[in-house]
């Protein structure tokens, strides 16, 4: 018997997810960072990356890349989330590569390496756009990686990179692509030699893959969300793109357990203020309604949104941090205090699942 609330993680449809990744991004000449911070670090995930010919294992988190090297994991280590300086003696321990936007935190990194005798790979990061992390400024970007490249010994630049489509919503169109190859193109210039890595950005970099429009020099993606979540997330919910829909989208699975069945009304009785959340939520009268309630909450997954039930009929109608309720009126199947309700899950319920401690992850 799994303890409840169990998430149950396919080892075989991820890798076939994995696979079919790293096959696309083959076909383009493109090597796969896979990126495992959505299950927290799951160290079974970061091997099943190995297994599928990912190139190396990235974090935002260094704990994370830690604990995929201790459980045995030989790819280099990526931090992809830019370094607080704070971490910096740990990251250069941990991580053979980080993605790097500051002045500071390069020099920093130079002398971490240093005194651990080791050279450390960076690859700044471009900002095209998006507005999150990066040199805005391509002048100063080419300034910058002069530097590492005749200063810091304890450093060596292998390339640069670029993130869209997370603060800025903005689509990696071939646009975008050929104006980080320019840019990449303009420190080759500069130091006298080519880069290794033109890393173009995240699972929806894969549209410009899928439209055969990736410029050749873009030679590495960062991808995380396409394996976990797949046709549930980015390029079929932002661009209504079909490409991802052969991928699995139950990699994860939630079971919760029901610990009440009844029929009540579906609109509160009394004077309301606010809920759980100090939000005042809109209550439809649909009259007296059967409803199971499920010994798990929004302190475990999140948002109601990013979890979807997997028994005709049923619809989540709301949550409090430890209960969620589930109108199943209208489902043939009868439902019993005991039973488990299976949830599909959204790439966030898949991030508060696995970091959850009163959630038990299981392999199968
Ligand atoms: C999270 C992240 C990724 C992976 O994004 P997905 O959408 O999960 O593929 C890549 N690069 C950076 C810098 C990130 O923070």
Request: charged share 25%; hydrophobic share 40%; glycine share 8%.
């Amino acid at each position: 018997m799994r303890r409840k609330p169990a998430l149950l993680v396919d080892h075989t449809k991820l890798r076939y997810n994995m696979n079919t990744v790293v096959h696309w991004c083959d076909q383009a000449g493109i090597e796969v960072a896979g990126v495992i911070k959505c299950p927290t670090g799951l160290a079974s995930v970061a091997r099943d990356y190995e297994a599928c010919g990912a190139r190396m294992i990235a974090s935002s988190r260094l704990e994370q890349l830690a604990r995929a090297k201790a459980a045995g994991v030989e790819l280099p280590m990526l931090m992809i989330r830019v370094p607080m300086l704070s971490e910096i003696a740990d990251m250069v321990e941990i991580c053979e590569y980080s993605l790097q936007s500051e002045y500071t935190t390069l020099k920093a990194t130079d002398e971490a390496a240093i005194r651990a005798d080791k050279v450390h790979n960076v690859i700044l990061m471009a900002d095209l756009g998006d507005l999150r992390e990066g040199y805005f400024d391509k002048d100063e970007l080419v300034a910058v990686a002069k530097y590492v490249e005749d200063v810091l010994s304890g450093l060596q630049l292998v390339g640069i990179g670029t993130n869209l489509g997370c603060y800025g919503s903005v689509v990696p169109t071939r646009e975008k692509m050929e104006q980080l190859v320019e840019y990449a193109e303009a420190i080759e210039k500069k130091i006298g030699r080519e880069l290794q890595i033109i890393s173009g950005g995240a699972t929806s970099s894969l549209m410009p893959v899928f439209d055969k429009e990736m410029p050749a020099r873009v030679n590495m993606l960062r991808i995380g969300a396409a394996v976990f979540a797949g046709p549930l997330e980015d390029l079929r919910v932002n661009y209504g793109r079909k490409e991802m829909d052969i991928l699995h989208d139950d990699v994860f699975t939630l079971e919760a357990e029901v610990i009440e069945v009844k029929t009540k009304p579906s609109h509160p009785i009394g004077k309301l203020g606010v809920d759980a959340f100090g939000q005042r939520p809109h209550y439809v009268d649909r009259g007296n309604r059967r409803r199971a309630l499920l010994a798990i909450g929004r302190a475990d997954y999140g948002d109601i949104d990013d979890i979807i039930p997997q028994l005709e009929g049923a619809k989540v109608v709301g949550a409090s941090g430890d209960h969620t309720i589930l109108d199943i009126e209208d489902c043939a199947e009868r439902l019993r205090v005991g039973d488990i309700v299976k949830f599909k899950l959204r790439y966030s319920a898949i991030m508060h699942l696995t970091a959850s401690e009163n959630v038990f992850t299981y392999d199968i």
